[in-house]
């Protein structure tokens, strides 16, 4: 009953300038990424009204070697998360784990190994099981003909603590994937404030 939000959220995406220009010109579309340590899954990836975090993501990303990205950009959308998995709903995360013990039977009956969440900190930022647990609650829901989800939101505690003893870290942010691509409403280029 709760799983559809009210109203629009802005999300925001960080890419190459060419492929802003190009979405918002309506030549193309974001493309859904599919690689598997994306934590929420297979989907379009935005930070969730954030889009100083967007535009860090993307310069990150322009660094590496072999990057797509040259000229870092952002590119706003507005966002009807649907039917929702929300992992900010304390039910949604039993469904979660029951995604968790459906691959891990699913696995075993194979004698395939569980994949690991990994990363060089603490933050894991591959996140392999996470990935496999969600997409294989997705496929579950295909096979049930139950309904799919259309979005997963989740949150992240990302980076060093601002503070000794905080509850707070410097890259903390709240994530959307969206699955169904009929969630995004329009796109839009973020203003930059002017002051005063």
């Known amino acids: 009953m709760y799983t559809s939000r009210t109203g629009l959220v802005l999300g925001f995406h960080g890419t190459d300038e060419s492929i802003v220009k190009s979405v918002i010109k309506g030549k193309t579309e974001l493309e859904q990424s599919k690689n598997s340590y994306d934590w929420l899954g297979h989907g379009v990836y935005f ?47 039993a469904l979660v784990k029951q995604g968790y013990e459906m691959l891990r039977t699913l696995l075993e009956s194979s004698q395939t190994l569980m994949p690991n969440n990994v990363g060089i900190t603490q933050d894991l930022l591959q996140r392999e099981l996470d990935c496999a647990v969600i997409e294989t609650l997705h496929t579950s829901l295909v096979k049930e003909n139950e309904l799919e989800f259309d979005s ?44 005063n």
Do not use: M, T
């Open 152 to 195: 997963v939101r989740g949150v992240f505690w990302e980076g060093e603590y601002l503070y000794p003893n905080a509850g707070f870290k410097e890259k903390d942010h709240i994530q959307i994937c969206i699955r169904n691509i009929n969630c995004i409403k329009g796109y839009f280029l973020p203003l930059k404030r002017i002051s």
């Open 47 to 93: 930070w969730d009204n954030s889009p100083s975090r967007a535009l860090e993501w993307a310069i990150e990303l322009s660094k590496r070697p072999g990057s797509v990205i040259k000229k870092p950009s952002v590119i706003g959308a507005i966002i009807d998360l649907g039917y929702c998995l929300d992992l900010l709903d304390y039910k949604n995360l």
